[in-house]
């Protein structure tokens, strides 16, 4: 199945993602600098520069498009039709990446914690934000 954009419209679209800082990342900054919790940002110094940073609490945070880290049996992934094996072999490497990185933030001594996109998505967010705000004090 062919593109449903030309190849200049598709080539903005992805020009338009960005890495970092993007709005579910912003969300949970806020989120969690609205209740006290004080963080870094995509420390380079430890593996994978996790998103979010809690030294305090010894905890990293991932936030996680679901395509692009192929959140398993979520309606916001899926492979897509076209170009097939260059997506397969992108996203597999990401999945495999993200593993690595988390292992060894593990083996450091930190909390490791991923929240999917969908997460944040609607009436989800507030239970989703009371989970992590759970999670990270459990290492208080």
């Not at 679209?13 to 579910?24: A, G, V, Y």
């Not at 597999?92 to 690595?100: A, I, M, Q, S, Y």
């Not at 060894?104 to 009371?130: A, D, H, P, R, Y």
Request: glycine share 4%; net charge positive.
């Amino acid at each position: 199945m062919a593109d449903v954009h030309s190849p200049e419209t598709r080539s903005y679209k992805m020009s338009m993602i960005h890495c970092r800082d993007t709005k579910p990342e912003e969300r949970v900054r806020k989120y969690l600098f609205s209740h006290g919790f004080r963080y870094s940002k995509n420390d380079s110094k430890l593996p994978g520069k996790p998103d979010v940073v809690l030294p305090k609490y010894k905890t990293v945070i991932f936030i996680n498009g679901c395509f692009w880290h192929m959140h398993e049996n979520c309606k916001y992934f899926s492979w897509p039709k076209s170009n097939v094996d260059f997506w397969k072999e992108k996203i597999t490497k990401n999945v495999e990446r993200d593993n690595k990185k988390q292992l060894e933030l593990q083996q450091l001594g930190w909390n490791v914690i991923t929240i999917w996109e969908c997460q944040l998505k609607g009436e989800k967010f507030n239970q989703t934000m009371s989970e992590l705000e759970n999670s990270i004090r459990k290492n208080d």
